[in-house]
């Protein structure tokens, strides 16, 4: 290597000073222990996660779990976010369609896979798995952002006429979101049946609301 290239090498260095250095440690052990609580949550449910469980399997002590967090419910915060990055994954992979019908359909049955599949997030964010955990302002806005598609979608038939004005968009996935929340927890609860039942349900509830949504447009 030419004495061109070694200097160039070494400008090319950033220097990080000793609290950017320690910040970024910071971040990354918060990384760690958040990573290390979704898997306790994914594996054996919100109740397994405790900060004295979550230290036990980053073998560290209550105390760094304390520093970094404060308190479970700073952890569950971060879980929460964890869990809407995951939602909007799901929104995202559902089949887009310029037809607001389907498109509607589509997002609903992402939403009910969600509820199955990572039903542990789903019962941290929705369901007061955590007593005493209340989503905070950036966890909201981190819900406004996982539910943004289905925002877009009915924001888009209010503006061509296709969805009744007398609603705003806000007001509309309210009504819509709480409808399929409430079948998915009465399933969670025991109370539609087996699984096959309970998505039959589901999926009569969603109809019956996209088309009250859009009387006059069909598939």
């Known amino acids: 290597m030419s004495d061109k290239d070694i200097s160039s090498n070494e400008n090319s260095r950033v220097l990080k000073t000793y609290q950017e250095a320690r910040l970024q440690n910071t971040e990354n052990l918060r990384k760690l222990v958040v990573d290390a609580a979704a ?3 994914q594996e054996e449910g919100p109740e397994a996660v405790t900060v004295r469980k979550v230290a036990e399997k980053m073998d560290c002590s209550t105390k760094i779990i304390y520093s970094l967090f404060v308190n479970k419910e700073g952890l569950a915060q971060q879980l929460y976010l964890e869990g809407c990055k995951l939602l909007a994954n799901v929104f995202e992979g559902a089949p887009k369609t310029a037809n607001p019908t389907q498109h ?8 009910w896979q969600f509820g199955q599949h990572y039903s542990s997030y789903y019962k941290l964010m929705f369901g007061g798995a955590f007593g005493n955990f209340k989503p905070d302002e950036e966890s909201m806005q981190g819900t406004v ?9 009915i924001n888009n038939a209010q503006e061509q006429g296709l969805i009744p004005g007398q609603y ?3 007001s509309v996935v309210r009504i819509v ?4 929340h409430g079948v998915i927890h009465l399933y969670m609860g025991g109370h539609l049946g087996d699984i096959q039942s309970a998505h039959a349900v589901y999926r009569q509830t969603l109809s019956m609301l996209v088309s009250s949504l859009l ?4 598939i």
Do not use: I, K, Y
């Open 145 to 153: 952002t996982a539910m943004r598609q289905l925002l877009t979608v």
């Open 39 to 41: 898997m306790l949550l």
């Open 177 to 180: 979101w709480s409808s399929l």
């Open 104 to 111: 509607l359909l589509n997002l609903g049955e992402a939403f």
């Open 215 to 218: 009387p006059n447009h069909s």
């Open 168 to 170: 705003d968009t806000e």
